[in-house]
């Protein structure tokens, strides 16, 4: 399917919560694998347990969440167990993280172009191997702040540099966060519901943005959003995640086309789309169980209309049920 | 089928002044609603989208009248909402309701459901007693599909869905006429956003209601409404029979809004980004077309003619000097 490198290999990834003075399982045994210039889509519902995923990677989780097994390696480095400063360097030159609000991101009382030469002044080499002068940085950086922000497609540049983020759209901030993570030529890049809080018409420019620059970059990318739609314009492959597992993993296209997990295929025909015409969405019935107190055997088998005997004893293992997908429901397991 | 109107809507605008320095000798304002005109026929779902800040939610509350117009009439079943007296208001309230995007923020965390229901009805002067109030509530709860268990509960005891499900039943309670739905989906998950859908047309059609369906999601506007108005700066741009406008739009705005929405279907041709930057501000409201800065139809009559919203086809209504140019056709 892909044969180029792996940039990302989540293993039997398990995260504990603490809830009320008591360790929870928040992430059940995640796997998943994002190969250089391609896309992954993290689909879920909130309390899915994407975002955690997403978190683990750089090892930004909240200081109630503790990781209890597994294994997570950026270009074939393990990164769990690594020191706080080890992790900082890992932060700041192999993963970028885009997150849904920039406002909160960006430094208020520091213009843009200021931002970026930042970035410059704790890592200079990303200006290139020459020893220069203060003051040649200085010009370089301002140059590169200009050039970068030219990348994400920023009209008017030269201008947004000496601009402070009040100044800004939500979708100019957004971009210049983009832009302030791909100045560390990052091998990943975390988008965290990053149009969330924009409008459409803005949101289709951002999209239209990482969609190129997928294209113009190579840009590696770990796209966690709650819309379908975004999912099926920008990832390669997707995982949807339930209650703290991946219960379908597979390319974008047999996804929408074949959805093999029950809830993976409600959640597809629970959405209006603009497509569907008058047909009627089908609701899921029921409820996203809480974390602290969840069903028995498989998590999703309250709401599922082929739920059978094992469902409610036993959590389904995943299985392959053909190349390039794994499966986690009994229905399958059964059939191999 | 025949049109009734039960609300009527003429060159309603909302202007907040905005606190400028004691320099400037001119007061600023924001026309957050600036000479609206539409009508809602009975037992329809009129939708009105639109990006945030294009005036939607003012709409609203200047249509439930908790905030007073600064220009412009609203008819409600033929009498002019300005003018109504303490008992008509009553009587109006009764009539028409309200249900917020979000319901936590609509619910007093520290009052039981069955107090926050109960509550209007003695306000309203629907409910004589306690016991007939409750029996009420109860009724209410039962048509939302919640268990009457519920109503001993706080707020946060309850999930995000069934939230939602209380505040439908409190504006249900009083057996209104006209609900309006201001996002009354926007802060449930997918799945529980097609209960509530189903749920809300159900309800309109067992108890002959009317809705004014207020949303930024398009495909939720266009799966339950019968018409569409699409607001741009505080003026309505666009308005057709919801089938129409979403396979013909006229004005290149509503193209642009349409095309913006991701299709769930890898398969299905990559977006395009047709609106250009971001939408201009409400305080200095663009010369001329207020969409002319993003659109890429452009003429110089854009930059200088307002356009006027005009009925180009039965039902059809738009504000564009080029509405065929924007169709692409």
């Known amino acids: 399917m ?36 391609e896309a992954l889509g993290l689909i879920g519902e909130s309390g899915s ?44 030159r192999s993963v970028a993280l885009v997150f849904q609000n920039p406002t909160s991101y960006l430094n208020p009382v520091l213009t843009i172009g200021q931002q970026i030469a930042e970035i410059f002044e704790v890592s200079p080499e990303l200006l290139g191997p020459a020893r220069m002068s203060r003051r040649e940085q200085r010009r370089l950086a301002r140059e590169k702040a200009v050039e970068y922000l030219r990348l994400v497609k920023t009209p008017d540049p030269e201008r947004i540099v000496r601009q402070y983020p009040f100044e800004l759209s939500g979708g100019m901030q957004q971009r210049t966060v983009i832009a302030m993570g791909l100045v560390r030529r990052p091998h990943l890049v975390i988008a965290d519901e990053i149009t969330t809080a924009l409008d459409v018409t803005v949101q289709a420019q951002i999209l239209a943005l990482l969609a190129e620059l997928r ?51 409600a959640l597809l025909e629970a959405v209006p789309t603009l497509q569907s015409g008058d047909t009627i969405f089908r609701p899921i019935p029921g409820g996203i169980p809480a974390i602290t107190d969840p069903p028995p055997g498989c998590r999703y088998h309250p709401r599922c209309s082929h739920a059978f005997a094992p469902c409610s004893v036993t959590v389904p293992a995943p299985v392959l049920p053909e190349a390039g997908r794994v499966v986690a429901c009994h229905l399958y397991s059964a059939a191999s | ?156 005891e309850l999930s995000g869905g069934q939230r939602q499900r209380v505040v439908i039943a409190r504006a249900l309670a009083v057996g209104p006429r006209l609900i309006i739905l201001d996002e009354p989906t926007s802060s449930v998950d997918v799945s529980v956003q097609a209960q509530i859908l189903t ?34 700066l505080g003026r309505i741009v666009e ?23 991701p299709i769930p279907d890898p398969d299905a041709p990559r977006l395009t980004a047709l609106a250009q930057g971001d939408v201009s501000s409400p305080v200095n409201t ?44």
């Open chain 2, 1 to 156: 089928m025949t049109r009734a109107p039960i609300l009527q809507v003429r060159g309603l605008s909302k202007r907040f002044p905005i606190r400028s320095s004691w320099l400037e000798r001119k007061p600023a304002f924001v026309k957050a609603v600036d000479g609206v005109d539409f009508q809602i026929d009975a037992g329809e779902t009129f939708g009105l989208v639109g990006e945030s800040g294009c005036g939607k939610t003012t709409v609203a509350t200047l249509l439930v009248k908790l905030l007073e117009p600064s220009g412009g009439e609203i008819r409600f079943a033929g009498q002019d909402t300005a003018r109504l007296n303490a008992a008509a208001i009553r009587e109006f309230r009764k009539q028409v309701q309200i249900v917020f995007q979000d319901p936590y923020g609509s619910l007093d965390p520290r009052q039981t459901m069955l107090s926050a229901l109960i509550e209007p009805l003695f306000v309203l002067g629907i409910a004589g007693s306690r016991a007939q109030a409750i029996e009420h509530a109860r009724r209410a709860f039962e048509m939302v599909g919640l268990d009457a268990e519920l109503l001993r509960r706080l707020p946060h």
């Open chain 1, 2 to 37: 892909n044969d180029r490198p792996a940039v990302l290999e989540i293993e039997g990834l398990n995260v504990e919560l603490s809830i009320s003075g008591r360790w929870v399982p928040a992430l059940n045994q995640v796997n998943l694998a994002i190969h250089r210039g």
């Open chain 2, 199 to 232: 749920l809300l047309e159900e309800l309109k059609r067992r108890q002959r209601l009317t809705y004014l369906l207020i949303s930024h999601n398009l495909a939720v506007v266009r799966h339950m409404s019968n018409t569409v108005a699409v607001m741009y």
């Open chain 1, 49 to 92: 347990g994407k975002s955690l995923t997403a978190l683990s990677v750089p090892g930004l989780l909240p200081a109630n969440a503790r990781v209890t097994g597994g294994s997570i390696r950026l270009m074939g480095e393990e990164l769990l167990g690594k020191t706080e400063q080890e992790l900082n360097k890992l932060r700041s």
């Open chain 2, 286 to 329: 663009p010369s001329g077309c207020r969409y002319h800065p993003r659109c890429p139809y452009a003429q110089d009559v854009c930059r200088h003619d307002d356009p006027l919203l005009r009925e180009l086809q039965p039902g059809h209504r738009v504000a564009c000097h080029f509405p065929a140019v924007a169709a692409g056709r």
């Open chain 1, 215 to 265: 294209r113009s970059i190579d840009m590696t990318l770990l796209l966690i959003t709650h819309d379908m739609g975004i999912i099926a314009q920008l990832a390669d492959s997707v995982a949807v995640m339930y209650s703290g597992s991946v219960i379908e993993y597979a390319d974008a296209r047999s996804l929408f086309r074949t959805p093999k997990h029950p809830y993976a295929k």
């Open chain 2, 239 to 261: 308005q057709a029979e919801s089938a129409t406008l979403f396979s013909a739009p006229l004005h290149p705005y509503t193209a642009a809004l349409i095309s913006a929405i």
